[in-house]
């Protein structure tokens, strides 16, 4: 008995370090997707400075939260802040940074250092001597610490801050621009302008710097590779007095606007119809005609609160110039819909909801108003913006699209309390073979900064005739 026993017990150990070793990885999985990777940004942009006022740092701020938005990012944004306003915001900043977030900080306003720390400028600043800067700005290096804290792998701090010292004659500061500061593991700092250099707050509505960073952050591009082309694009611009800089540690790779997983070639319901032209060389412009049976599934992302599911859409008939889908939706015959379920309400658009006007020709734009009726007493009005990209190669789990971007900004105020408003921004992928948008993201925020939808479709597959 005592030679048997051992055998037993190392085999009811066995079986319950196997039975441990599931419980753990079942445990795992399901961390991992509580903790799926978030994106969270801080964005300031001060121009109210009393004795100094700067005309883009607020439009920036704007620009580059909405920007940011469109890239997945939860913002938090405050414009003209006082020293506690940004402080507060610092704290909320890194309250929402999680171990495996990334975390993004942007600037825009006056800037100074001071023996060798940089010193970021509230509107509220009131400082005579050099030694006062210290408690009267936000010191840098406070900004840095809050993200070591988090303990996340990846961080982007932007600096465009680097404007002519704000209080003239009353102080004069030792040095010029800001000081170079070494990047921490995992973290990428960029500067508008080089150590020791100004840099300009730009003539129209953004400053040089980042009017050239929000054009090159729509492009699907290794973060190290849109600060090089905006480098080059700002240099070019001010004939070399104004030089872009970076100090980078990043050990992971990071793109505003991410390139979905390659497939290696288009699936079979994009192939060729016998009798018919190949879907793929079809316009990436050319509108839809929806035929019976058409089915496309989504694999849909609800950022703000990190859930995905699929959605699918069929049409069901076409009745004249009325498009019905399976859902019980109501369009017409390009895409727009009239009759839209949104959670347990239905929306009645008028004329519809604006999302498509043919043709689809590169740089125009489009200003349109549409009407919103969600209850018998709840009615939005809607102004409509929508602008007219160039044609992109976009990759989808249903393939690669030639396709054409387009951006859409509805600003909607409820007419029964005007206070109720905010800003619905879209960019989407329209591809005429795929007779819709292959890649969308939506973000939704009230006038008083408040983020209420922040939303991705990818098309996973499609069947069209």
């Not at 100094?52 to 740092?57: A, D, E, I, K, Y």
């Not at 600037?107 to 940089?118: I, K, L, S, T, W």
């Not at 970021?120 to 804290?149: C, G, H, Q, T």
């Not at 009407?371 to 009005?381: A, I, L, P, W």
Request: aromatic content about 8%.
């Amino acid at each position: 008995m005592n030679a048997i026993f051992p055998c037993r017990y190392h085999a009811a150990m066995a079986r319950l370090l196997a039975a441990f070793l599931m419980a753990f990885a079942a445990a795992a999985g399901a961390q991992s997707t509580a903790q799926k990777p978030s994106r969270i940004a801080l964005v300031i942009g001060n121009s109210a400075y009393a004795g100094s006022p700067l005309p883009n740092p607020v439009n920036d701020a704007a620009d580059m939260a909405r920007e940011l938005e469109a890239a997945g990012f939860t913002v938090i944004r405050r414009d003209n802040a006082k020293l506690r306003d940004m402080h507060l915001a610092l704290r909320e900043f890194g309250d929402k940074l999680g171990k495996t977030s990334t975390g993004l900080f942007y600037f825009a306003g006056h800037g100074v250092q001071v023996r060798g720390r940089n010193y970021l400028l509230p509107v509220d600043a009131d400082i005579a001597r050099e030694d006062e800067v210290a408690f009267s700005a936000v010191d840098l290096n406070a900004v840095m610490e809050k993200l070591d804290s988090a303990r996340n792998p990846l961080n982007i701090v932007i600096l465009d801050a680097c404007r002519d010292n704000p209080f003239g004659k009353s102080l004069q500061a030792s040095a010029k621009g800001l000081a170079q500061v070494d990047a921490p593991p995992g973290t990428i700092i960029a500067f508008s302008t080089a150590p020791g250099s100004t840099a300009a707050d730009g003539g129209g509505r953004n400053g040089l710097y980042t009017g050239h960073l929000l054009a090159q952050m729509r492009k699907p591009a290794p973060i190290e590779e849109t600060f090089k082309a905006v480098r080059s694009n700002v240099r070019r611009d001010s004939k070399g007095l104004q030089v872009p800089w970076e100090s980078t540690s990043l050990e992971g790779d990071f793109a505003f606007r991410e390139v979905p997983v390659k497939v290696a070639a288009l699936p079979p319901q994009a192939a060729a119809r016998p009798g018919g032209p190949s879907r793929a060389a079809i316009s990436a412009s050319a509108p839809p005609t929806f035929a019976t049976g058409d089915t496309w599934t989504y694999r849909y992302e609800n950022q703000l609160e990190n859930k995905q599911s699929r959605s699918v859409l069929e049409v069901k008939d076409i009745q004249g110039a009325q498009v019905y889908w399976q859902d019980g939706n109501i369009g017409d015959l390009v895409g727009n819909l009239t009759r839209v379920k949104r959670g347990s309400d239905w929306r009645l658009y008028t004329p519809s909801s604006q999302m498509y006007v043919f043709p689809l020709n590169p740089g125009s734009a489009f200003m349109l108003k549409a009407v919103e009726n969600v209850k018998q007493n709840v009615t939005f009005d809607l102004e409509v913006k929508i602008a007219i990209g160039g044609e992109e190669e976009v990759t989808t789990p249903a393939g690669r699209f030639h396709a054409i971007r387009i951006d859409r900004e509805v600003k909607w105020v409820q007419r029964e309390k005007p206070e109720y408003a905010g800003v619905n921004t879209w960019v989407y992928w329209y591809s005429g073979a795929a007779k819709r948008f292959v890649v969308a993201t939506q973000s939704n925020v009230t006038s008083k900064g408040k983020q209420i939808q922040l939303d991705r479709w990818e098309l996973e597959t499609y069947r069209v005739r």
